[in-house]
């Protein structure tokens, strides 16, 4: 079946590989674009009325982008799941971090290096034994939305 051009992007056609593997039974990834901010305010012009000085100004002073994902547990995990994962932070570097379409164009939307902040584990009685995992950058992204071709 070939792989849809139109309409709505269905999760599972989006990858996440944290180190040289992807996230294993992946239920889901979320990434946020992080912007801080700064207020600007100035006083208006004296030919202005006060109402213009109410409105502040914001300018972008630094960018960051953080990851989660979530997953099930699985006794013959072949990609990275919490067994792999834990051990990548336990190593205590950052980690190559990958976000690419499944099929098709297998160039990355996002790459870079990213620190793992947590890694944790639920285990609840009688049902599915899930973890997640937690990223934020480690400097500068190789590619993101918006980066400027080199």
């Known amino acids: 079946m070939a792989k849809p051009t139109t309409g709505y992007i269905n999760g599972s056609d989006i990858l996440l590989k944290v180190g040289e593997k992807a996230i294993g039974h992946c239920t889901t990834h979320t990434l946020t674009f992080n912007s801080e901010t700064k207020d600007r305010n100035v006083k208006p012009a004296a030919s202005q ?3 213009a000085g109410l409105w502040k100004g914001k300018g972008v002073t630094g960018l960051s982008i953080s990851l989660s994902a979530e997953g099930l547990r699985y006794y013959g995990e072949a990609e990275n799941g919490f067994i792999e994962l834990s ?5 205590g570097a950052p980690v190559t971090v990958k976000a690419f379409e499944r099929e098709g164009d297998a160039t ?3 790459e870079g290096q990213f620190v793992i902040t947590s890694v944790e584990e639920t285990s609840p009685a009688q049902d599915d034994t899930t973890y997640s995992i937690q990223l934020e950058n ?5 590619t993101y939305p918006g980066k400027a071709s080199e």
Do not use: I
């Open 138 to 142: 480690d400097g500068e992204p190789t």
């Open 108 to 110: 990355p939307y996002l």
């Open 49 to 51: 009325g006060y109402s």
């Open 87 to 91: 051990a990548l932070w336990g190593a």
